[in-house]
């Protein structure tokens, strides 16, 4: 029987000008992964983007873009899942860390894989950015 309780998020995948991707580290945590968080009750997953990436990094959204549901072991709790709800981002104004945000870092794709990620970033989100930036590249 599986034991593990799920967590349900809304996670935005930034990416500027350059492909570089934003990610952030929370507090006592040493895993990398995509600003966002919990979904509070009677909240829509848009909604606890918009509010997080205000609450966590000091931006607004500028426009986001559905991409889906997804599921990977969480990084910082035992025996747990997240379900996270992904959105592609961009942000207006400049990332300010705030909250629980220890650190922030917009990286490569290979930067990326230097980092310890959290699973969902690691076998969800690089994949989903290296589709993005090849299907971007053709003419």
Same mark, same amino acid.
């Given at each position: 029987m599986d034991t593990k309780r799920v967590?349900?998020?809304s996670a935005a995948i930034v990416l500027d000008d350059q /492909?570089?991707?934003l990610l952030?580290?929370?507090?006592?945590?040493?895993?990398f992964m995509q600003p966002g968080g919990k979904i509070d009750a009677g909240e829509t997953p848009e909604r606890a983007l918009h509010r997080e990436l205000r609450?966590?990094?000091?931006v607004t959204l500028r426009s986001v873009q559905y991409i889906g549901t997804y599921r990977a072991p969480a990084?910082?709790?035992?025996? /747990?899942?997240?379900?996270?709800?992904l959105?592609?981002?961009?942000?207006e104004g400049n990332v300010r860390i705030?909250?629980?945000?220890?650190?922030?870092r917009w990286v490569s794709r290979e930067d990326a894989g230097r980092l310890r990620l959290a699973p969902l970033t690691r076998d969800v989100v690089l994949p989903l950015v290296g589709q993005r930036i090849a299907s971007s590249s053709c003419t």
């Open positions: 967590i349900v998020i /492909h570089r991707l952030v580290r929370k507090q006592d945590s040493d895993y609450e966590e990094l000091s990084a910082n709790e035992a025996d /747990h899942v997240v379900c996270a709800e959105f592609w981002a961009m942000l705030a909250a629980e945000i220890e650190e922030s």
